[in-house]
């Protein structure tokens, strides 16, 4: 689920921070660029691991500053895929379930890959797992916002965000008024895009909603007798819980 990836930057210190440790100056300037930003097909960063070395700073002509190269490891978030998560339900849509690990919200459960059937009730704006019994007959199993959700990662999405410039005008013509109207139609309109996506499914015995799963556990042993035999999922399937490389 966390990985170390080795980065290098071309770090600017300001006059100001000169009064401190080179080391410190950087891991400071490191930290408030990339602390919580997502690196296009690198991850979420989270924090800075180590500083791996430090070339000779310079002061570039016309700027006080001090630049220097440095080469350092920093913990991203970055699941692998066919990783098995936990996060909880945030809410749902038609286009499917929306899914948070708290410091990350950007997970989609696609209506394709939730447990068949399954249906989208609009009064409770919750998607439905219609459970097949035995007897034929079928078993509404809601999956609400807050529940907690295991689910597999199938894949990943980055887009490149960066700014591409003010809209061009149209008209040139066009009466002021009415071409900052269009603008703002303009830019009202326009895709918000999210850096980095994660999808995710839940079309496999054992994942979903974990109270399903509970609930049937206990209809089937009803004397707990597998108890001890069961095995905690709260994390990734591989067992992650430490930075790798």
């Known amino acids: 689920m966390f990985v170390l990836a080795e980065l290098k930057d071309n770090v600017r210190i300001a006059p100001d921070h000169f009064n401190l440790k080179l080391i410190d100056a950087v891991r400071d300037e490191?930290?408030?660029?990339?602390?919580?930003?997502?690196?296009?097909?690198?991850?979420l960063c989270i924090a800075l691991k180590e500083i791996v070395s430090l070339k000779d700073s310079t002061i570039?002509?016309?700027?006080?500053?001090?630049?220097?190269?440095?080469l350092f490891r920093y913990v991203v978030f970055r699941p692998r895929l066919?990783?098995?998560?936990?996060?909880?339900?945030?809410?749902?849509?038609?286009?499917?379930?929306?899914?948070t690990l708290g410091f990350f919200d950007d997970i989609l459960i696609p209506q394709a890959a939730l447990q068949h059937?399954?249906?989208?009730?609009?009064?409770?704006?919750?998607?439905?797992?219609?459970?097949?019994?035995?007897d034929g007959a079928k078993h509404d199993?809601?999956?609400?916002?807050g529940e907690p959700i295991k689910f597999r990662v199938t894949r990943e999405i980055f887009e490149e965000t960066s700014p591409i410039g003010p809209p061009k005008a149209e008209n040139q013509t066009?009466?002021?008024?009415?071409?900052?109207?269009a603008a703002a139609a303009a830019a009202g309109a326009q895709e918000v895009k999210t850096p980095y996506k994660i999808i995710g499914a839940i079309n496999?015995?054992?994942?979903?909603?974990?109270?399903?799963?509970?609930?049937?556990?206990k209809e089937d042993d009803?004397?707990?007798?597998?108890?001890?035999?069961?095995?905690?999922?709260?994390?990734?399937?591989?067992?992650?819980?430490?930075?790798?490389e």
Request: net charge negative; hydrophobic share 30%.
């Open 204 to 217: 496999e015995s054992g994942l979903g909603v974990l109270s399903w799963w509970d609930q049937q556990n």
């Open 82 to 99: 066919g990783t098995i998560m936990t996060g909880k339900i945030r809410n749902c849509s038609r286009e499917g379930v929306h899914v």
């Open 30 to 43: 490191i930290d408030r660029k990339l602390a919580n930003k997502v690196l296009l097909n690198v991850g």
């Open 222 to 244: 009803p004397e707990g007798k597998k108890g001890d035999d069961t095995t905690d999922y709260d994390n990734d399937d591989d067992g992650e819980g430490a930075c790798e």
């Open 117 to 134: 059937p399954s249906r989208f009730d609009e009064a409770e704006q919750a998607w439905v797992w219609e459970y097949p019994l035995e």
């Open 141 to 145: 199993l809601f999956m609400d916002v």
């Open 60 to 70: 570039l002509p016309g700027d006080g500053a001090s630049h220097t190269e440095v």
């Open 174 to 181: 066009a009466q002021n008024a009415s071409t900052s109207a």
